[in-house]
């Protein structure tokens, strides 16, 4: 069973910048792997995805521009440095990884990977 472990939420106002990361326990160069947002009484927003490899990342447009995702294979961790941060950005965010290569499934939907966090809040106030 692969397990991942969010870090690097918090408070921080509009304008400004955090890094989550996504510590995983079986890194494999082949896994898919997404962040995902979930606000209070919104539907789950796919944010990311990437191959562990670093190849090929794929933004939401919301995020586009402002996000970046990146993954480091030696610590086996999973980044998400995001910049420019907006109120609309308040959420619950989680990492995912699949075991398919990203071309095989719809990648920024979160049920379409086998394993998730439990999440870090990010909360941007104005």
């Known amino acids: 069973q692969v397990q991942l472990v969010e870090t690097g939420g918090g408070s921080v106002q509009a304008g400004g910048s955090l890094k989550l990361s996504c510590t995983i326990s079986e890194y494999s160069s082949n896994y898919c792997m997404g962040w995902f947002r979930q606000a209070p009484g919104k539907e789950r927003e796919g944010v990311t995805s990437?191959?562990?490899?670093?190849?090929?990342?794929l933004y939401a447009d919301s995020v586009k521009g402002r996000f970046t995702i990146s993954g480091d294979i030696l610590k086996n961790t999973l980044y998400l440095q995001m910049d420019s941060l907006k109120p609309e950005d308040t959420a619950m965010y989680y990492c995912a990884a699949d075991p398919r290569p990203c071309d095989l499934f719809s990648r920024l939907v979160a049920d379409e990977y086998k394993y998730r966090g439990q999440g870090t809040q990010v909360t941007v106030s104005s």
């Open positions: 990437i191959y562990t490899s670093g190849n090929r990342p």
